[in-house]
């Protein structure tokens, strides 16, 4: 009997099968979130009408960092807190609570496919090295695409999660998205002001977005400073340690001084990545 | 019952929400150049502070008082004041830093999204006691739509900008403002709430949304 109890965990422990029915679960809600719904529905219009007369990208691109990512953010928070009124419940099954935490991180997979098929659809729309794109290399061009696309469409929902997991106001998460609006939108502004300032370099990338050039009235895009490729690294340690955040809310024991030790060497990288995107790149600003 | 009625209100959420709402506003202040892109978000913060202030979490409860919903929304209307002082204090912020702003359409703009905010939470808090999560991001989403999407704003500003072909905000807010002074007369004085079968267990807190 004794034996019975202790060698057969098979009953209690949650396997691979109990995560992935967890984690399709946690899709299927977030799939039918009208927030999201709302959000990928206008990713189509503004893919649809095309490119227009922009004459720079940054026209363009922050239509999916502002619908898959602060939209997705938003679905993703919701979904997270929906399941704090049954957490007594919830609460004692076997699955613990950082398992249901990654079941639910899982769902930012549908938010980074819509990014994956909005840039294969952006590059169709406006290839790769036109003069919208100013002088960056044609590497850096995707790169920057990728950062500003595909990794927010990525990091805004485990945001969310992270958030969610961890912040009672309800309305958490409709003030981060303003404050991040309003944040890209200062830093922005200084670097028109300051466009040669290194400093200013890494304020501007210290955000889940950055712009990287500026159409010019004299005519031509002129490309910032900044390492895109170091960005799309510190948008990874971004979503990182939003993980590892979510994941740390109720984990014990092991598990929890693990993911104290992955976010402090997360955190250390994110840092040393920052620095290198705001110091490497064009060294000053270059109109193309 | 002035006192009782709004200790009993969602203090924290509204004075959070324009404290933060008077640091963005702050910064749109001191950055004259970034002013008509983080005053709207300032003003939209103010709008989901004012959503706020009728959340009752003991609605159940409270409902049932023999204090009307007219009286309830009287006293929780006083509550007005802290997001359109915080308003205040961001406009007089730029006013002192000499930014030359349309000053009463801004101040028309202020009004106008405070009064949303709160005519939307009038008219969802006949259906459920804590409208403020729902309302307050409901709103911020649609007054931010002209900021975040350009197509909108070729239709609709919700913010004046001196963009002389572009759509006048005037013309939306006070429209807007009459609409919203009637929404929240009937929510309060004409509507009785609506009894849902079974809808008990759905107004508890953190099932409403």
Do not use: M
């Given at each position: 009997m004794t034996a019975t109890l202790t060698f057969g965990p098979s009953a209690t422990s949650p396997g691979r099968g109990t995560f992935t029915a967890l984690a399709a679960r946690e899709l299927r809600r977030f799939v039918l979130n009208p927030v999201f719904l709302s959000a990928a529905a206008f990713i189509v219009f503004t893919q649809s009408l095309?490119?227009?007369?922009?004459?720079?990208?940054d026209g363009l691109s922050p239509y999916p960092a502002i619908f898959l990512g602060g939209f997705g953010m938003m679905a993703t928070y919701w979904l997270t807190r929906s399941m704090r009124a049954s957490e007594p419940v919830v609460g004692v099954?076997?699955?613990t609570r950082p398992v249901r935490t990654a079941a639910l991180c899982t769902v930012a997979l549908v938010p980074f496919a819509c990014g994956c098929l909005t840039l294969l659809r952006f590059v169709q729309l406006t290839p790769v090295?036109?003069?919208?794109?100013?002088?960056?290399s044609s590497s850096a061009q995707v790169a920057i695409l990728v950062g500003q696309i595909v990794m927010p469409a990525l990091g805004g929902p485990l945001l969310g999660v992270a958030l969610g997991r961890w912040?009672?106001?309800?309305g958490a998460a409709f003030v981060l998205f303003l404050l991040i609006y309003g944040w890209v939108s200062l830093v922005t502004i200084l670097t028109m002001w300051h466009q040669n300032s290194a400093l200013v370099a890494v304020l501007r990338l210290f955000a889940p977005f950055a712009f990287f050039s500026l159409h010019s009235d004299a005519g031509g895009v002129t490309a910032w400073r900044g390492s895109p490729w170091f960005f799309i690294g510190w948008q990874l340690a971004l979503c990182a340690i939003a993980i590892l955040v979510a994941l740390l809310r109720g984990a014990e024991g092991r598990v929890r001084s693990r993911i104290i030790r992955a976010l402090g060497i997360a955190g250390v990288a994110a840092v040393i990545l920052l620095v290198l995107a705001g110091l490497g790149g064009f060294t000053h600003a270059l109109t193309a | 019952m002035l006192i009782p009625m709004l200790r009993a209100g969602a203090w924290p959420a509204v004075a959070g929400l324009s404290g933060v709402a008077v640091v963005v506003g702050g910064c749109g202040a001191a950055f004259p150049a970034a002013a008509t892109l983080l005053l709207p978000a300032c003003f939209a913060l103010l709008a989901a502070a004012a959503a706020f202030?009728?959340?009752?979490?003991?609605s159940l409860v409270v409902?049932?008082?023999?204090?009307?919903p007219v009286r309830r929304t009287q006293l929780r209307a006083v509550a007005l004041l802290a997001p359109l002082a915080a308003g205040a204090l961001v406009l007089l912020a730029a006013a002192l830093r000499g930014q030359a702003l349309p000053w009463a359409a801004v101040s028309l703009a202020l009004a106008g999204n405070i009064l949303l905010g709160f005519a939307v939470a009038c008219v969802v808090r006949t259906r459920i006691g804590e409208p403020g999560p729902v309302v307050g991001t409901a709103v911020v989403l649609v007054l931010m739509a002209p900021a975040l999407v350009p197509h909108v704003a070729r239709w609709v500003r919700t913010f004046p900008v001196s963009d002389p072909g572009g759509p006048s905000s005037d013309r939306l807010w006070w429209p807007l403002i009459a609409a919203c002074a009637v929404a929240i007369a009937v929510s309060a004085g004409?509507?009785?709430r609506r009894a849902w079968p079974g809808s008990g267990t759905r107004r508890h807190r953190g099932l409403s949304y």
């Open positions: 095309g490119p227009g007369g922009e004459t720079e990208i099954t076997p699955v090295g036109g003069p919208i794109y100013g002088p960056f912040v009672r106001f309800p | 202030t009728l959340d009752e979490p003991a409902d049932v008082t023999p204090t009307g004409g509507l009785r």
